[in-house]
C-alpha cells in the first residue's frame, strides 16, 4: 500500500499562485493531481510518470506545471495565475503502472478569493 501526503494548499488572492507537494511512501511509476469543486465530479487536471512525460487539462495548460523529484518519490503542482474557477480540494494520485492510478491523498483545500 502507497502512503500519499499533501501539503501546500490554502487561501490566494486571484493572479496569486500555490505550490502543493506529494510525498509517496515509495517509488512509484505514475503520480497526478485531481480537483474537486464544490457540486461537481473530481477531474484530472495534471499527470506525470517516472520518465517526465506529463500531460495537462486544457483548462491548466500554460498556467499549472506538474514535476516530480524521483529521489523524494514527491510530485509537485505549480499553480500561477490562479483564478476563482480554481477552487476545489485537490487530491494527489498514484498508480503503479504508466498512466495508471490506484492511490489517493486525503485531499488539500485550495480557495482562491476574486
Known amino acids: 500500500q502507497v502512503q500519499l501526503v499533501e501539503s501546500g494548499g490554502g487561501l490566494v488572492q486571484a493572479g496569486g499562485s500555490l505550490r502543493l507537494s506529494c510525498a509517496a511512501s515509495?517509488?512509484?511509476?505514475?503520480m497526478a493531481w485531481y480537483r474537486q469543486a464544490p457540486g461537481k465530479q473530481r477531474e484530472l487536471i495534471a499527470i506525470?510518470?517516472?520518465?517526465?512525460?506529463?500531460n495537462y487539462d486544457d483548462r491548466v495548460k500554460g498556467r499549472f506545471t506538474i514535476s516530480r523529484d524521483n529521489t523524494k518519490n514527491t510530485v509537485y503542482l505549480q499553480m500561477n495565475s490562479l483564478n476563482s474557477d480554481d477552487t476545489a480540494v485537490y487530491f494527489c494520485?498514484?498508480?503503479?503502472?504508466?498512466?495508471?492510478?490506484?492511490?489517493w491523498g486525503q485531499g488539500t483545500q485550495v480557495t482562491v478569493s476574486s
Open positions: 506525470i510518470i517516472s520518465s517526465g512525460v506529463t
Open positions: 494520485a498514484a498508480g503503479r503502472e504508466q498512466w495508471e492510478i490506484d492511490y
Open positions: 515509495l517509488s512509484i511509476a505514475t
